[in-house]
């Protein structure tokens, strides 16, 4: 079980890794169709990955103002912003800086959505519009909870805040009659096993010391989820 364990942490963190670099499609509503389609990662943002729909360097090609001024582009983001994820529409078109003699583009804009989940990638789901009257969709092989290990639960299986300090918050989409938790350390030893009932979302306070742990879930017709837990 021990070996186990150090086998998933250690793929969990090769998996982090690699869908940090994937694109995003970002499907849905919205009054701006040109906002949904496919964002790249490109830098951070708070520590976490910021996606772009989008060339963020058009403006810079221009070293004059008056072309500078005269470019449309028209960039999107979803970024961190150390309490929750936005998605924004970007200034359209360059701004020229005199003192500066450089075009780029501004780094504010018009907020789209916003999804206070705490994870470590955006959320796929739960995204709360802004009164802009948009609601995204993300998809790809790193959006929603990278923290899932291995999952057979139907529905959209949620953990968050992670990392978190104290409180988490296990998301099924769906109810479930009766569920076992049981929450190991990274050397595989059981800290503690709940079970509980007619439950579609469970939250809990994780009082243990600092440290990488692992949560087991079983549901009633046998389903089963790991999930990975940072407690900072």
Not at 86 to 101: D, K
């Amino acid at each position: 079980m021990k070996h186990t364990l150090l086998y998933l942490s250690l793929l969990f963190l090769s998996i982090n890794n690699l869908f940090a670099q994937e694109p995003i499609t970002v499907s849905g509503n919205c009054f701006i169709p040109e906002a949904l389609g496919i964002y790249i990662a490109d830098g951070e943002s708070n520590g976490k990955p910021r996606y772009f729909l989008g060339d963020t360097s058009a403006c810079s090609a221009f070293s004059d103002q008056s072309p500078c001024e005269a470019a449309d582009v028209e960039v999107y983001d979803i970024s961190w912003t150390g309490t929750e994820w936005r998605w924004r529409v970007l200034v359209f078109g360059c701004q020229w800086f005199s003192f500066s003699s450089s075009c780029t583009i501004l780094s504010s804009g018009q907020i789209l959505a916003t999804n206070t989940a705490d994870t470590p990638f955006p959320p796929c789901l739960g995204w709360e519009e802004a009164p802009s009257g948009c609601i995204p969709e993300l998809s790809s092989s790193g959006c929603s909870a990278l923290s899932i290990l291995e999952n057979t639960f139907s529905g959209n299986l949620m953990l968050y805040p992670n990392p978190t300090k104290d409180n988490v918050t296990i998301d099924f989409g769906k109810l479930n009659k009766e569920l076992s938790i049981s929450l190991s350390n990274i050397s595989g030893q059981t800290i503690w096993t709940k079970k509980h009932k007619n439950a579609s979302s469970i939250k809990f306070e994780i009082k243990q010391p600092a440290g990488i742990y692992f949560l087991e879930i079983t549901g009633e017709k046998g389903e089963n989820a790991h999930l990975k837990l940072i407690k900072e």
